[in-house]
């Protein structure tokens, strides 16, 4: 990569951890599409609402502990993580939301601006198989002010997801 996509990387908002891993991954051609907001997107339905797309086209990145361990499940916005799900798919014992400083350690980044890959450490990921009801998906790019679209399949490979079915039935 050139000192010029390196830069422009930096420019497009992301934060320099995801650049990197944007980089690292040979995406060079997401850096373009990463959307910087003047509001933040912390939320799934800020999100949305600055994209003016369906609340489901969001990628929620969520930082779980199974049995103290952090997991990340990537869930389209609209839904919820099901716990027990989560459990069963890891074969854990308990299941909780992590910690704020947990997130930030285990990810690199602050609530409301993790994405789905470029992590400070690896952990298991999940992936719902809701996300794969749209062609493109758009997920924080590691600010809260920033966003970027990706093919569900494509989000699944770069994360090493596991694609499962974790969303919270809505009976």
Known sequence: MTTTAATDAEDSGAHPLFAQALRERGLDEVVPL????????????????????????ICKSLIFAADG????????????????????????????????DVVRETTGYAI??????????????????????HETVWA??????????????DLVAHSGAIVADVRESSS
Do not use: I, N
């Not at 509001?39 to 489901?56: F, H, I, K, P, V």
């Not at 099901?82 to 798919?89: T, W």
């Not at 790019?141 to 399949?153: I, S």
């Open 34 to 57: 990463v959307r910087r907001f003047p509001e933040a997107t912390r939320t799934a339905a800020e999100a949305a609402a600055a994209l003016g797309c369906d609340l489901s086209q």
């Open 69 to 100: 361990v952090p997991v990340l499940v990537l869930m389209d916005g609209a839904s919820r993580v099901d716990l027990d799900l989560v459990r069963g798919e890891l074969g854990a014992e308990k299941v909780t939301r992590a910690k704020v």
């Open 112 to 133: 409301g601006g993790v994405p789905p890959f470029g992590h400070r450490t690896t952990t298991r990921v999940l992936a719902d198989r809701s996300l794969f009801d």
């Open 140 to 153: 924080a790019a590691g600010t809260p002010y920033t966003m970027f679209p990706m093919a569900p399949g």
